[in-house]
C-alpha cells in the first residue's frame, strides 16, 4: 500500500509540473548593429573549404572518401542558403569560387535568384573571391594573378559586384606582393591572415600591433598601402568553447528553463571574458571573431542556432555588443574610428609556430610538381597568346582546362607540396589533361601562323606539329625521325616575351649526320653532343612510367643551335638528312680528366670562362673579361638529416613536408675518384660531374651567354639507414656578405634578408639553418662594396645564404617520418614501374652569374623572365569571344634597381597589335573586375605611424585614345581591356 501510494505521488507531482510548461516560439533579437561607445564583437560565419589537401577536390566537393576526412563542401552551400532565409540578420562569408562555381553551375534557376538576393542584401558576401586561396612562398606572381581573375570573372559576371577583403588565412607566411598586389591593386580595402612567426605574434599581441598599414613596395610607396590584420591565434572561434557543427564538444546556449543545463549566464560571461581577452590586445572598439574553420557549416543552423542565441543574451547583458557581421563592415568599422595604425614593410617570412618548428620546407617539397606547375604557367602564358593571335574557337582545343588546373594548384596546399600523395598526383593529372586540350589549341595555332601571314585566323592548317613536353628526359619522338631516309624535320620556335631573343635550344636526335637551316635557307651552325647514360637511365625509366610503356629507341646525341626569334613571335628552322646544302653539325670533342691529375681545365669560349683545377673539381675560377670580374667559385652537395623526435629532447618535433628541422649537416663528397668529363664544342662547353651514385652534375656555358648554367639530377636519396634526407647544393665566392642577401617575393620585388636577425622583433635564434631558409620563385643574390652574386632557379625552393659569401639552395626532400600538421603522411615520393618503386629523381637547373656591383639586375630580370618563359618548340616532318582582349603590361625592375632602367617606360600599343585595329582602351583594376577610376574613388585611405604619405608616387598616366601609349613606372602592372573588331576575348600577358 505504501508503496502505491508513493507511485501516485509521484505521477501526480509530475502531472502538475507537465501542466505549467507553455510553449513559447522564442524570437532571438539579432539586428544588433554597431553601438559606438561599447565593445563591440564582429561575428564572422565562414567556412575555410581547401581545394584539396587530404583529399581531393572532386572529393571534399561530393563529401566522399571520408575514411580521411569527412567533408563534403555540397553539404555547406546547400544548408547554408535556408539558414540565410531563416534570419535576414545572418551573414556569411564564402571564398574559394573553385568550390562555389561547381555548386552554382547545379543549381536551379529559382535557387540562383535567391543565392542573387541574398549576395545583394549583403547576407552573403564574397571575400578574396580566387578559384583557390593560394599560397603565398611559392607561388609566382603571374599565376596568383590569373587564379584570382578567374574568380573575380565569374563573381563579376554572375553577381555583377567586386570582392572588397582579402582572406588569406590558411597559407604558410605571407609575401610582400600579397600585399600590394593582391590586396591593393585588384581593389581591395584590407587583408586578413592568420600564421605569423609565434616570437612576432606574442610582440604584435602586447603592443597592440596585430592590425597595420603594410606597404609592401618601395616602388609604389604609400599608393600600396592596405589595412592587414593577424588574428589573435588562428582563424577558429576564440578560446572558451564557441564551436557548434554537429558533434562538436563546446556547450549549446541552453536557454530552456524547464530543461536541465540551463546555462545562460555562464555562457555569456564566457563570451564576455573571451571577448575582453582580445580587446585588450587590439585597438579601437572593434574585434573580430571568425566564427568557423575547415570545411565547417555542413549543417549550417546548429551554428546560426547558436550565434542567434549569443547575440540575443549577450546584448542583453549590454557589457559588450555582439552582432553579425563581415570583414567588409569590420574594415569600415575600423576606418570610422580614425585611427593611426602601426607600420608594416617588407613581409612574414619565414613562419614557425613555435620553437623548432619553421615551416621552411614546404619551400622545395615535392619539387617535381613545383617544376610541373611552373613549366605550365610559362606554357599557359604562351598559349593564351596564340589563341589570341590565331582566333579563339569555343568549340575547338582551348585554355580553358589548363587555366582550371593551373588555378586549383596555386592552392597552399598543392604547388606548396603539404597534400598527400594521392592529392598530388590529382593536381598533375588535371594539369596533364589542360596541357593536352592546351597543346592541340598550340599545335593548329602555330600551323595557322606557319603558313599564312594573315591576321585574321584560319580553319583548318595543313601542317601537323607536334610537341614534346618530356624533353627534360630527352624523350621527343617528334625529333628521333631517321632523317636517312631524305626527311626534313620542321621546328617552329615561338617567343612569348615582349623582347627579341637569342637562344640555344637543344633537342634529342638519332643520327649523327644533320645539318640546320634557318627559314631563308642558311646554314645555322650547329653541334651535337653525346648522350651521358644518366640521361638514358632517366628516359629509359621515367617513358615508361609515364606511357606504360619504353621507349623505342635511343637518341645517342643532343644537337643544339642557335635560334633568334621576334617578340611575340616565331621562327622557323630545318633540320635535314642531307650535306647538299652544308656541312654537317660539329660533334663535341669529349675529354676525361681524372681527378688526381695536376692539370687545369678551362671551357668557354667567350667573355666568361671557367677554369677547373683537375685535382679540386668542385673549385673553378670565374672570370669575365669584358666586366673584369673574378672570383674562386665552389659548387658542392650536402643533406641534412630530418630530425625524427627521438632521444631526450624536450620538443619532439619531427622533420616533414611542412617543417624543415635537421638533425645535422653532412657535406657529400664523392665516394671514390671519378673523372671529369668535358664536352667542347662552337655552341656550348660541358663539365660532367658524378658526384656519387645519386647525384650528377653538368656545369655549362654558352658561346655568347656571360652565366653559367648547372644541370643536377638529384635521387633517388637513399634511406636505407633508415634516416630522411634533406639535399642542397652550395655556391661559394669569396665575397664579404655581412650575412645579408635579397631574395625575391612571388617572382617581383627583392627583400632585404639578414642571418639571424627580423626587423620586427629581436629574434631568438633556435634553428640556425631552418630560421634563416627563405622562398625563392625567381632567384637570390649577394653582394659586397664591388661585385653582386646572383643564382637564379626553374622553380620555386628554399635558399638561404648561412655563410658569407655562399647561397645555398634545398633541391630535394626525402622524408621518413609525418610532422604533426595535419597530412598524416611522410614525404617519401616513390615512382613505380613495373611493380618496382623507388625514390624519385629530380632532374633541374639553376644559373649563376657575378656582375659587378649595380649591374646584376639587368641580367635577374631579363634572363630570370626567359626561364619563366621558355622559347616554345614545335616539330612537323616535309618529305623531300565578343571583340576584347585583357592586356597586362608589367614592369621588371623595382625603384633604384638599375639606373638606366629602374625609370619610367612606355609601350607602343599600335606597335604590340600591329595589324588590328583598336577601337577602345579601358584601364582596369589587376584582376578586371571593375574599371581602374572607379577602384581608385572608393579606395579607403589609412593612418601608418612612421610611414609618411608620399606626394604623388610616379606611376603610368592615362592613356591617350589617340597615341595610344602606355606608360609604366618601376614594378607597375597596367591591366587594359581593349576592343577589337572582330577578334576574341583573351588574357595576354606581357
Not at 637518341?555 to 622557323?572: C, E, H, R
Not at 633508415?722 to 625575391?744: L, P, R, S
Request: glycine share 6%; net charge negative.
Amino acid at each position: 500500500m505504501e508503496i502505491r501510494l508513493w507511485l501516485f505521488s509521484v505521477f501526480l507531482f509530475m502531472g502538475t509540473a507537465i501542466s505549467w510548461v507553455e510553449s513559447k516560439y522564442l524570437v532571438y533579437n539579432t539586428s544588433q548593429g554597431i553601438v559606438p561607445d561599447k565593445l563591440n564583437v564582429h561575428l564572422v560565419a565562414h567556412t575555410h573549404d581547401d581545394v584539396g589537401w587530404l583529399k581531393t577536390v572532386d572529393q571534399y566537393y561530393v563529401g566522399s572518401n571520408n575514411s580521411i576526412q569527412g567533408a563534403c563542401v555540397r553539404n555547406v552551400l546547400d544548408s547554408l542558403i535556408p539558414a540565410l532565409l531563416a534570419d535576414k540578420n545572418r551573414k556569411f562569408i564564402y571564398v574559394e569560387m573553385a568550390f562555389f562555381q561547381r555548386w552554382w553551375r547545379d543549381q536551379s534557376e529559382a535557387m540562383q535568384q535567391i543565392v542573387k538576393q541574398l549576395v545583394s542584401s549583403g547576407q552573403l558576401e564574397f571575400i578574396n573571391g580566387g578559384m583557390c586561396m593560394h599560397d603565398e612562398a611559392v607561388t609566382h606572381y603571374i599565376d596568383m594573378i590569373d587564379q584570382t581573375t578567374l574568380g573575380h570573372q565569374f563573381i563579376k559576371k554572375e553577381f555583377g559586384v567586386t570582392p572588397r577583403i582579402g582572406w588569406q588565412i590558411d597559407p604558410f607566411g605571407h609575401s610582400a606582393v600579397q600585399a600590394y598586389l593582391l590586396g591593393t591593386e585588384v581593389g581591395f580595402d584590407s587583408l586578413f591572415f592568420g600564421r605569423i612567426d609565434y616570437q612576432d605574434r606574442a610582440k604584435r599581441k602586447n603592443e597592440k600591433s596585430l592590425e597595420v598599414v603594410w606597404q609592401g613596395s618601395d616602388s609604389l610607396g604609400s599608393s600600396a598601402q592596405i589595412f592587414a590584420g593577424a588574428f589573435p591565434e588562428n582563424y577558429e572561434p576564440p578560446p572558451g568553447g564557441f564551436y557548434f557543427e554537429v558533434n562538436d564538444p563546446s556547450p549549446i546556449v541552453q536557454d530552456d528553463m524547464n530543461l536541465f543545463d540551463y546555462n545562460v549566464p555562464d555562457r555569456v560571461n564566457d563570451f564576455v571574458a573571451a571577448a575582453i581577452s582580445q580587446a585588450n590586445i587590439t585597438r579601437t572598439n572593434h574585434i573580430m571573431w571568425t566564427m568557423g574553420t575547415d570545411f565547417k557549416y555542413q549543417y549550417a543552423e546548429t551554428w546560426f542556432r547558436e550565434m542567434d542565441k549569443l547575440i540575443h543574451y549577450v546584448n542583453m547583458d549590454g557589457r559588450v555588443n555582439a552582432l553579425y557581421s563581415t570583414p567588409s563592415i569590420y574594415t569600415d568599422a575600423k576606418h570610422a574610428t580614425n585611427e593611426s595604425w602601426p607600420a608594416k614593410t617588407d613581409d612574414f617570412f619565414p613562419y614557425a609556430d613555435r620553437a623548432n618548428a619553421y615551416w621552411t620546407g614546404y619551400f622545395t617539397s615535392r619539387p617535381a610538381l613545383k617544376r610541373y606547375v611552373r613549366m605550365m604557367s610559362g606554357y599557359y602564358l604562351a598559349a593564351r597568346q596564340l589563341e589570341f593571335l590565331s582566333g579563339r574557337s569555343n568549340t575547338g582545343p582551348n585554355t580553358d582546362s589548363l587555366a582550371d588546373a593551373l588555378a586549383i594548384a596555386q592552392h597552399h596546399d598543392a604547388v606548396a607540396g603539404t597534400e598527400k600523395q594521392h592529392v598530388a598526383n590529382d593536381y598533375a593529372k588535371r594539369l596533364s589533361i589542360g596541357y593536352s586540350e592546351a597543346e592541340k589549341l598550340v599545335a593548329s595555332s602555330l600551323a595557322c601562323l606557319a603558313e599564312s601571314t594573315s591576321h585574321n585566323g584560319c580553319q583548318s592548317p595543313a601542317t601537323k606539329f607536334q610537341q614534346c613536353p618530356l624533353l627534360n628526359i630527352s624523350y621527343c619522338p617528334a625529333s628521333e625521325i631517321n632523317q636517312s631516309h631524305g626527311k626534313n624535320l620542321v621546328v617552329v620556335v615561338y617567343n612569348s616575351l615582349g623582347w627579341k631573343r637569342d637562344d640555344v635550344i637543344q633537342i634529342p636526335v638519332i643520327n649523327d649526320e644533320v645539318t640546320v637551316h634557318d627559314s631563308e635557307g642558311r646554314e645555322i651552325e650547329s653541334q651535337l653532343l653525346p648522350l651521358a647514360d644518366v640521361y638514358v637511365a632517366l628516359r629509359n625509366s621515367y617513358v615508361q612510367a609515364y606511357m606504360g610503356k619504353p621507349p623505342m629507341d635511343t637518341p645517342k646525341y643532343w644537337l643544339a643551335f642557335t635560334v633568334s626569334v621576334p617578340p611575340f613571335g616565331f621562327s622557323t628552322y630545318t633540320i635535314s638528312g642531307s650535306k647538299s646544302a652544308g656541312a654537317y653539325s660539329t660533334k663535341s670533342s669529349t675529354y676525361t680528366f681524372q681527378t688526381r691529375d695536376q692539370s687545369t681545365i678551362e671551357v668557354g669560349q667567350g667573355n666568361l670562362k671557367l677554369t677547373f683545377l683537375a685535382d679540386e673539381s668542385k673549385k673553378a675560377n670565374y672570370i669575365n673579361s669584358r666586366s673584369s670580374v673574378e672570383d674562386l667559385v665552389e659548387q658542392s652537395f650536402s643533406f641534412y638529416t630530418g630530425y625524427n623526435g627521438t632521444g631526450n629532447d624536450k620538443d619532439p618535433q619531427n622533420a616533414g613536408a611542412y617543417i624543415f628541422r635537421p638533425n645535422g649537416t653532412f657535406i657529400i663528397k664523392p665516394e671514390k675518384q671519378i673523372p671529369l668529363i668535358v664536352m667542347r664544342g662552337p655552341i656550348v662547353e660541358e663539365v660532367h660531374q658524378q658526384i656519387n651514385q645519386w647525384i650528377y652534375q653538368i656545369t655549362r656555358l654558352y658561346k655568347g651567354k656571360e652565366h653559367v648554367e648547372v644541370e643536377f639530377i638529384v635521387g633517388p636519396v637513399p634511406i636505407d639507414d633508415g634516416i630522411g634526407k634533406e639535399v642542397a647544393t652550395q655556391i661559394t665566392t669569396t665575397m664579404a656578405t655581412n650575412k645579408t642577401f635579397y631574395t625575391d617575393s612571388n617572382g617581383r620585388d627583392f627583400i632585404k634578408r639578414i642571418r639571424d636577425y627580423r626587423n620586427d622583433w629581436n629574434l631568438q635564434v633556435n634553428q640556425p639553418a631552418a630560421g634563416n631558409y627563405y622562398p625563392i620563385n625567381l632567384g637570390i643574390y649577394t653582394k659586397d662594396d664591388k661585385k653582386e652574386f646572383s643564382v637564379l632557379v626553374d622553380r620555386p625552393l628554399g635558399a638561404s645564404s648561412l655563410v658569407d659569401g655562399q647561397v645555398e639552395l634545398m633541391l630535394h626532400r626525402r622524408l621518413l617520418l609525418d610532422d604533426s600538421r595535419g597530412v598524416a603522411e611522410a614525404l617519401n615520393e616513390t615512382v613505380c614501374v613495373l611493380d618496382q618503386c623507388k625514390g624519385l629523381i629530380i632532374q633541374g637547373k639553376y644559373y649563376f652569374r657575378i656582375d659587378p656591383l649595380g649591374e646584376g639586375a639587368k641580367w635577374r630580370r631579363s634572363f630570370g623572365q626567359e626561364i619563366y618563359s621558355p622559347l616554345l618548340l614545335a616539330f612537323a616532318e616535309e618529305e623531300l569571344d565578343d571583340g576584347k582582349v585583357l592586356l597586362r603590361l608589367a614592369h621588371l625592375y623595382q625603384i633604384g634597381e638599375d639606373k638606366d632602367l629602374s625609370v619610367m617606360t612606355s609601350v607602343e600599343l599600335k606597335k604590340l597589335f600591329h595589324g588590328k585595329k583598336i577601337h577602345k582602351v579601358a584601364e582596369m583594376s589587376l584582376s578586371a573586375n571593375q574599371q581602374r577610376t572607379e577602384m581608385e574613388k572608393k579606395r579607403l585611405v589609412w593612418k601608418a605611424e612612421g610611414l609618411e604619405r608620399q606626394e604623388a608616387v610616379a606611376r603610368g598616366g592615362p592613356v591617350d585614345p589617340a597615341e595610344l601609349v602606355v606608360e609604366l613606372a618601376p614594378m607597375e602592372i597596367r591591366t587594359f581591356v581593349i576592343d577589337f573588331d572582330h577578334t576574341s576575348h583573351h588574357v595576354f600577358d606581357v
